[in-house]
């Protein structure tokens, strides 16, 4: 059975008897979700039938859209569901322009690595949300990638918890870049945002150092915002701040961290 042979009567029980023909644990995601409720509630308004018409003129198969573009769609029917809802989209998932400049950070350092055959990463996302980072990850990685607003950087004085953190992370030397983001990139607030990147092997050329890369020019803005979030990373971005990455000046001391600014040619 598909959803395109459902029928026009008792599409109700049809598309229940449909549901359940899959496994125990997607059906748990049907149940989390009421979805019985809801189809009952479409089939008492006649439109239960018109609906299922609509997703089965559709393939949405794995062999017609892989997982990547799934959930752009996905993430595009949440964004749509919590404005009209008046919550917040940004709590739900993070701009995909800003998950693969991160990810693509995450994974510098194991570009000629990646190349060879039978190399196996694990990638770990520890608030999934729709699976963004995971899929923009597929292709390896082994550092952490954090993004952050500035609170992280500048809240708590000499000796509280968030300056005792701080400390931790640098005289482990366990910092290994921060990435200044532009403004305006979210859908909940235009406040300045920052990727951290973490490590705890360092390459030598790395050790005693933290790299701090200016990326807050690096954005065009939006023909139409969504609302907070009017501005986009450039195509050109991703590709900069990786090389600014790859090569970081070398620092005076270990109280003057490389600095890069790679969006300084605009």
């Known amino acids: 059975m598909d959803l395109s042979s459902l029928g026009s009567s008792d599409t109700a029980a049809n598309l229940e008897k449909y549901v359940q023909s899959f496994s125990a644990d997607a059906r748990e995601i049907f149940e989390h979700f009421k979805f019985t409720e809801f189809v009952r509630l479409l089939d008492d308004a006649n439109l239960l039938y018109l609906v299922v018409q609509r ?9 017609a859209i892989d997982n990547h573009h799934m959930g752009l769609a996905f993430e595009e029917l949440i964004r749509k569901f919590a404005e009209s809802s008046n919550e917040t989209a940004g709590e739900h ?12 950070l995450v994974f510098i350092e194991d570009d000629a690595l990646l190349t060879l055959a039978g190399i196996v990463r694990s990638i770990y996302d520890p608030t999934g949300g729709t699976g963004g980072m995971i899929s923009s990850g597929m292709e390896g990685g082994s ?10 950087l500048f809240t708590g004085g000499a000796g509280s918890g968030e300056s005792e953190i701080r400390r931790y992370l640098l005289e482990n030397d366990l910092v290994e870049a921060i990435v200044a983001l532009p403004t305006d990139m979210f859908y909940n607030t235009g406040i300045a945002t920052y990727i951290w990147i973490l490590s705890n092997n360092k390459p030598a050329h790395r050790k005693g150092t933290v790299q701090l890369i200016h990326a807050a020019d690096c954005s065009e803005k939006m023909r139409k915002s969504l609302g907070s979030m009017k501005s986009l990373l450039t195509a050109t971005s991703t590709p900069t701040a990786r090389r ?4 970081p000046s070398t620092p005076n001391s270990r109280k003057s961290p490389a600095r890069s600014k790679p969006c300084s040619w605009r």
Not at 93 to 104: G, M
């Open 93 to 104: 998932f993070t701009p995909r322009d800003i998950v693969r400049l991160t990810t693509a």
């Open 143 to 152: 550092r952490i990638g954090i993004i952050l607003n500035g609170s992280p």
């Open 244 to 247: 600014a990455s790859s090569k």
């Open 55 to 63: 997703f089965a003129a559709w393939d949405l198969s794995p062999k």
